[in-house]
């Protein structure tokens, strides 16, 4: 088999799956949206408003933890510039195989006169952070009844989660990872490693993307229904477990399937189900809106960054 074929086969598949995954699921939500009563619905305005700040919260953390990593290899963009890396990218996601989104952060990086070696580095070590802490933060989902009533040994899977987890934070452990995903890709490996001062922050911001996520969650849900404040820690870990399988799952675009499949079952373990495809839906709806406006500001930012520095390029030339 050549590799024109060998490509084609996998896009092939990839495209199956992820139509598969996404059917499936839309058939399940449909299903459950065409039985609500929509007279009985009512979405609450600021609630709605405090899910989006939160998602814009997120967004916050991320292109925190991508200046404090960028810092440890020399001078950073300005925080307006930073704040692209987060923004624009983010739309790449609904394209399959998350290669876009990942090459978006790349290239915006040599936009701002980042070496090619540190800006992929950097945007891989940004994304290993963002997936090893959700799956921390995300496996005491593993553990619910609910879920150990039909998967008896989920709880060696959360255990296993856990430690593994934070083994491959360790900063020699997940420099190591790193190093092995840069070399599959034919990539020149991390040579200075980021010291602790550069590798802490960053982290914290990782596990405080989930905090925000799961905030996000709660205000969706408490918009359609009611729902106890002592249940955000359970929207915190539901939503780093949906996330992250979302992420991992390279041939859905956005996570889309795989995330609300994840979302539906585990929220219908904390209100009445019929709601649980709505705010699904809600949440996903909410964040795309948030993530458009934001790219716009994004693209906003790169122009007048653009004309300040055309002047300086003309005297130049």
Known sequence: MTTESRKLLFAIIKWTLCAAIVAWVGVVLYRQIKSIDWASVHFHPLFTLGAAIAIVFVTVTQFVAYRLLLSAYGPV??????????????????????????????????KFKIPAAVALSVALLGDALAVLTGLIVGAPMLSWPAVREKLPGSWIACSVLIIGGTICLYPKVFAALVNVALRKLKRQPITVAVDLRHYVLPLAAAFAQWLFWGLALWLTTRAITYVPLSTLTVCIFMIAMANTI????????????????????????????????VIVVAIRLIQT??????????????????????????EAA
């Open 246 to 277: 979302g992420y991992l799952v390279v041939f859905s675009p956005g996570g889309l399937g795989a995330r609300e499949a994840v979302l539906y079952a585990g929220l219908r373990t904390i209100i009445d189900p019929k709601w649980s495809a």
């Open 77 to 110: 963009p300005s925080w307006p510039a930073t704040a692209t890396l987060s923004w624009l990218p983010a739309l790449g996601k609904y394209v399959p195989g998350k290669v876009v989104a990942i090459s978006g952060t790349v290239y915006l990086l040599r």
């Open 289 to 314: 809106i948030v993530e458009i406006l934001l790219a716009g500001v994004a693209v906003l930012i790169l122009r007048g960054m653009r004309e300040e520095n055309a002047p300086l390029e003309m």
